[in-house]
């Protein structure tokens, strides 16, 4: 008889936006005639740059022509791309990454994911608490997270509380993490790490010979220079982390599909190489992001791409701002949405993530992401994005202010 994996049945019925997108078109269907204000998944809506426009009709241009045409690519992706972002990310900031280090792919959700394949279900595994679900949930479904308590906690994980009262940055927990997920600038608080914070993440790593998965997703909205970009601007994490990033929400390529992880070659764990096992894991599970789509990506560190990118960031972070400022001119608790595209609300007198969720839409048309979706910590929070329209975020500023 076929057999499941089970631990797929300790999940909840409904990823988190899944259910968020759920509520939302029950709500535009009781309220034809109202606009409905989407400030909760975190995709974006400004549209490509022109330049990477033009580089993806050149790319299809190439791949109808036979000289041009290209099949089956690298899998860790295409020289032209992965030294770019070598050159660029890296390199200019004199982060010590070499271009054979990256690995191009579909997604940091898809490879926050697949790590875990190269690594074994028995680790401890420490998160966030509020947390991206995917680092939570792919553990789950690899058996590494036990089961959920009646706190809604999975008892082998560590949890790694992020508070108010400690800035929403998570404390080195007393007892050993094998596997330690950190994603700065954060999803889903907007709280970012210093250098201060993060050399003694990479201390705990080498002392107890830790493995740091770092989701660097959301770098691009770094204003600040002194707040670290990249784990490998600490020194030492070359011998213990793994980071990933992505041109979703720095390049618009949330339907596109292109990112890219940073395994450094001298990175050991088990006596084995984690570079060599990932790529024996890619190139046996996956065949690498379009040529097309590469050639996209190469466009956003052209002089003129890189600054049509600019220019969208710098729009988000214009949203942020209204939405930031607006609320707690509405005198309501916010924080984020500053060196990050996220704002983190404190829900009013106690009322509960999903129930304020619901109020909001009900009273403003504004849909959000409840807190508690994110983790037992999250709880009593809402999040929402800056990744709409200016001139959608005022009116959701305005609706909520008069809401409530």
Known sequence: MTKINENYLKLKGSYLFAEVARRAEVSAAQHPDRELIRLGIGDVTKPLAPAVVSALHSAVDEMGKAETFRGYGPYEGYAFLRDLICEHDYQSRH??????????????????????????????VAVCDPVYPVYVDTNVMAGRAGDMDENGQWGQLIYMPCLKENNFTPLIPPKCADIIYLCFPNNPTGAIATKKELTAWVEYAKKNDSLILYDSAYEAFITDPDIPRSIFEIPGARECAIEFRSFSKTAGFTGLRCAYTIIPKDLKRGGA????????????????????????????????????????????????????????KAGLSVSGGINAPYIWLETPDGINSWEFFDLLMERAGVVTTPGAGFGPSGEGYIRLTAFGETSAAQRAVERISKAF
């Open 273 to 328: 190489s984690l570079h060599d096992l990932w790529f024996r894991r890619q190139s046996t599970k996956y065949n690498g992001v379009p040529y097309i789509v590469q050639r996209a990506a190469a466009a956003v560190y052209s002089k003129e791409g890189g600054a049509q990118i600019q220019d969208t960031i710098s729009y988000y972070h214009n949203n942020a701002k209204i939405i930031r400022e607006g609320l707690q």
């Open 95 to 124: 982060i010590p990454v070499e271009a054979d280090e990256i690995f191009v792919s579909d997604g940091a959700k898809s490879d926050c994911g697949n790590i875990g394949d190269i690594l074994g279900t028995d680790n401890v």
